[in-house]
């Protein structure tokens, strides 16, 4: 079963425009982390963010994170049609589930993220 | 650095029939992690192995298998294959498949059941 939700499910926007993805997760995590995924193919990880990190950046991307509210954002700042992909998040390593968390990235159902020329 | 190699790219197999994916990970990793991607489920992860362990596995049927040779290359079986078995499998490879590390995903196999 799928970690939790992503919203929206679709984004479409224009080229130079921000896109903000949203991300809520179930259980207790050790990291979240990003991924982007073109037409079906494998996955490119973006960003990883730790439980004790509240925000992080990376190039054109900002990451944010609030255990309270077990949610994350995905910031892509002036987007560019080679970002349209699909994008996920993925938290890894719940601190309670011990050995049941080796190697599990638990994933949302994404983003479809379409930037027009 | 080579990436996560995984071969054959597609395949097209049908009902009843067993198939076999291979998946090399990046030299030095020794967990490699495989993953169901379908429209329907999204993505599952099925199994994880380190050191030629399955150290963990997911909520699928006893068809699905893997295992790990002393390289780190791994392979995943799925046995009477049936139609709802059509999917992207990915494999994903990491240091320990622990929490402190990325992880690299292959370019997955494609297959078709038909």
């Known amino acids: 079963s799928q970690q939790g939700e992503e919203d929206p499910q679709a984004l479409s926007i224009q080229e130079g425009e921000n896109a903000t993805m949203n991300c809520s997760y179930k259980?207790?995590?050790?990291?979240l982390q990003w991924y982007r995924q073109n037409s079906g193919r494998g996955l490119v990880h973006l960003i990883l963010i730790r439980s004790n990190e509240r925000e992080k950046h990376s190039g054109r991307l900002r990451v944010t994170l609030d255990t309270s509210k077990k949610s994350s954002s995905l910031l892509i700042t002036a987007s560019r049609a080679a970002d349209t992909a699909s994008y996920f998040c993925?938290?890894?390593?719940?601190?309670?589930?011990?050995?049941?968390?080796?190697?599990?990235?638990?994933f949302g159902q994404g983003t479809i993220l379409t930037v027009h020329p | 650095k080579a990436g996560v190699t995984q071969t054959p790219r597609y395949l097209i197999k049908t009902r009843g029939q067993q198939v076999t994916l291979s998946c090399s990970p990046i030299s030095g990793h020794r967990s490699v992690s495989w993953y169901q991607q379908t429209p329907g489920q999204g993505l599952q992860f099925l199994f994880e192995y380190f050191s030629e362990t399955q150290r963990n596995k997911g909520n699928f049927p006893g068809r699905f298998s893997g295992r790990q040779f002393s390289n780190s290359r791994s392979e995943m079986n799925v046995s009477t294959l049936e139609l709802g078995d059509s999917a992207l499998y990915l494999c994903?490879?990491?240091?320990?498949?622990?929490?402190?590390?990325?992880?690299?995903f292959g370019s997955g196999t494609r297959l078709t059941v038909v």
């Open positions: 259980t207790s995590i050790n990291n």
């Open positions: 993925a938290t890894i390593w719940d601190p309670n589930a011990g050995g049941t968390s080796y190697g599990k990235l638990t």
């Open positions: 994903a490879s990491s240091y320990t498949g622990g929490p402190n590390y990325g992880y690299t």
